[in-house]
């Protein structure tokens, strides 16, 4: 049946009079407005802008996590400074126990031929792993990896005499270090435990000694750090047993310790390139005995050359503002080491290939980590377990990649024949091609650029171990290039979505520098956020 329209259903054109258009026209403009100010308060809200620090190990990226936190956060860091002294003490026993090791090392080679006069000194050395830390004489490895870096030793054990000549190993001065290694003994013997209390129970084998360090390790440490010695009148009594047991050894051997570094045989063994201590190890001997005042708190300086592994990934978050635009900037401490990796996944199975790693959980589910680059790396997970990261590194805005330039003779502690500087292009490449990535925008930090200088300086040639290098000057502004070329050129061949890079020299221990650094990436990673959300 068809249905009949009739014009009376049709609703008459209701004229309006003038009154009842302002009436609208001003509603509509109230609704404009409404409009208009929920956009700006939009743009005013606090937005989550995710920083993702990436790199080796020991890049530097906890470094220039805490120059951020000094430029956003320096009343946090003030907070947590005395949390910081037992770590730097940590460092100091580490670099003695070190140089014991290698001394032991040296003294226990060829016995019959560089130690002719040892019968007539007093008896050998006792090897320290009984009276030590249990396991100091185990480390041959130690002593073999400087070898066969080709540093140029003879190998024997023939070391500078007080006087700058060489002379065997004999009478007179071992003595002197027999003695000193006697008076540290004890200091070394607290190192595990000292490690232990900082890592939180945390123990990790197959990596180097240290101290690993998960999110919020200062809470648990400040209430102990902070009270200080017992009578000190620094305002704060009693102590944690370690930590108040090594602050009193270190007062009382700091003389030793002070005294072993400048020590012409150690001066030999680091002038020969033959110890293998931290990098930063020198700057915390040569501070020795300012660190061992009762009232002793971390300056900025000692913070930042600490070192401390990181375990998985510690967040941070600092509120920063720019042109009216408050961000959260919740920044990602990655730990570069693959082991560092491992104690952040309890009670499950882990399997290990070449470039993948196997995580079977008690319920069976399997979890596979591929690392972009000898297992060091990964870029995809599959179960809850892997939320840690994923989800973070793909929603990432920014990326800030940290390369050690001056790590051009250095290998990977678990790839002895992969070349450091090798191994960041490798990490690099797989960063710019890797299409989960593709819209994170990109920092490039060619970091250590001090140490580099210091190594050019020192005369070490770049063409030695980086042998494309050729017959190019030896010289910082050549060698910074050639890597910087090297870098730029990964990015341009493997990067999928040909974004912009920006690259940066630094040196993460010059404040001054890194600052005006950070302000310049936070504004550029924080203008390209504004861009891409749309809230210009
Ligand atoms: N001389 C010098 N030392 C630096 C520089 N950047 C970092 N360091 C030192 O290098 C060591 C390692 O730095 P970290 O920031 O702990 O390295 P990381 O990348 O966080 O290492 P993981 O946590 O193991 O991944 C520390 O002792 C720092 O003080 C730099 O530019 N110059
Ligand atoms: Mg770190």
């Known amino acids: 049946m068809a249905v009949a329209t009739s014009y009376n259903d049709l609703q008459p054109v209701r004229r309006i009079d003038e009154a009842e258009a302002r009436a609208i026209s001003n509603r509509i403009d109230e609704e404009l407005k409404a409009e208009r100010e929920m956009i700006r308060k939009k743009k005013g809200q606090k937005k989550d802008v995710k920083v993702m620090l990436l790199g080796q190990a020991e890049s530097g990226k906890s470094t220039l996590q805490k120059q951020f936190q000094l430029y956003y956060a320096s009343h946090s860091l003030e907070k947590e400074r005395p949390a910081w002294r037992p770590v730097v003490y940590f460092n100091i026993i580490k670099a003695v126990r070190m140089i014991l090791e290698e001394l032991d090392y040296e003294f226990s080679q060829s016995p019959s031929q560089a130690r002719p006069q040892l019968a007539s000194t007093p008896p050998p050395l006792p090897p320290m792993s009984e009276t030590a830390r249990g396991k100091l004489p185990a480390v041959p490895g130690a002593g073999a990896a400087f070898k066969a870096g080709g540093t140029g030793s003879s190998g024997t054990n023939t070391y500078s005499s007080p006087n700058g000549s060489a002379s065997n190993v004999s009478g007179g001065w071992q003595d002197d270090l027999a003695q000193l290694r006697t008076k540290l003994l004890p200091l070394v013997a607290v190192e595990d435990a000292l490690a232990r209390d900082l890592s939180g129970g945390v123990t990790i084998t197959g990596g180097r000694t240290g101290i690993y360090v998960r999110s919020g390790w200062q809470a648990l440490v400040a209430p102990m750090a ?66 061992a005042e009762p009232d002793y708190l971390p300056a900025t300086e000692d913070i930042l050359n600490v070192r401390l592994q990181t375990l998985g990934v510690k967040e941070h978050s600092f509120d920063i503002s720019l042109s009216g635009t408050h961000v959260n900037w919740l920044l990602y401490d990655v730990g570069g080491a693959r082991h560092a990796w491992v104690p952040y996944f309890d009670d499950v199975a882990i399997v290990m290939t070449s470039r993948e790693l196997h995580i079977v959980s008690p319920f069976g589910r399997a979890l596979r980590i591929i690392f972009i680059s000898r297992l060091r790396l990964y870029i995809s997970l599959s179960v809850s377990l892997g939320r840690i990261l994923t989800g973070t590194l793909i929603t990432a805005t920014a990326i800030i990649f940290l390369a050690p330039i001056s790590a051009f003779d250095q290998y990977l502690e678990e790839d002895p024949r992969t070349n450091r500087i090798d191994d960041s292009l490798q990490l690099f490449t797989a960063i710019c091609s890797n299409k989960l990535l593709k819209s994170t925008h990109l920092v490039l930090m060619l970091n250590k650029t001090d140490l580099l200088r210091q190594k050019l300086a020192a005369g070490i040639r770049v063409r030695k171990y980086i042998t494309s290098y050729g017959d190019r000057p030896n010289n910082y502004q050549e060698v910074s290039e050639y890597f910087r070329a090297h870098f730029l050129q990964v990015h341009r061949r493997n990067d999928i979505s040909k974004r912009a890079l920006y690259c940066h020299f630094t040196s993460m221990l010059d404040i001054k520098a890194t600052q005006k650094i950070i302000v310049n990436v936070g504004e550029a990673i924080i203008r390209s956020y504004i861009t891409d959300a749309g809230l210009t």
């Open 226 to 291: 902070s009270r200080g010695w017992p009578g000190t009148g620094n305002g704060v009594s009693g102590g944690p047993p370690v930590n108040d047991l090594v602050a009193r050894m270190l007062a009382a051997t700091k003389d030793e310790v002070s005294a072993l570094w400048r020590h012409p045989s150690v001066r030999s063994l680091v002038k020969h390139r033959k110890l293998r201590l931290e990098e930063s190890a020198s700057f915390f001997l040569e501070n020795v005995h300012r660190i």
